[in-house]
């Protein structure tokens, strides 16, 4: 069994998905699915501080682009790598 972390294990899952199927990137499920591993990451992390709520909403498609680029690192080996202002969209998208 894999030592990797599950966000890394998710976001290659996603990832290699995206690249059999490039077209894939643009749908609703592909967006809850990337958005679910990130919600299930940030739950794991442990925060001091805590969140920042206090951000402006992402524009959809800054956010998608943005959820990529997490997804790809994190599927790369940088499981630590952390979007405050992706993570307090979601959050704040999750709570209303």
């Keep these: 069994m894999s030592q990797e972390p599950f ?3 998710a976001a290659v ?3 290699d998905h995206l690249a059999a199927n490039a077209a894939i ?3 609703a499920v592909w967006q809850q699915a990337a958005e679910d591993c990130v919600m299930m990451r940030i739950q ?3 925060l001091i501080g805590g969140l920042p709520h206090h951000k402006a909403p992402l524009a ?3 956010r998608i682009r943005r ?3 997490l997804l790809r690192l994190w599927a ?3 499981t630590c790598a952390v979007d405050e202002d992706l993570f307090a969209d979601l959050l704040n998208r ?3």
């Design 13 to 15: 899952l996603i990832e």
């Design 60 to 62: 959809e498609d800054v």
């Design 67 to 69: 959820l990529k680029d």
């Design 25 to 27: 990137a643009d749908t």
């Design 44 to 46: 794991s992390l442990r």
């Design 94 to 96: 999750k709570r209303s």
């Design 76 to 78: 790369n080996g940088c």
């Design 7 to 9: 966000a890394g294990r």
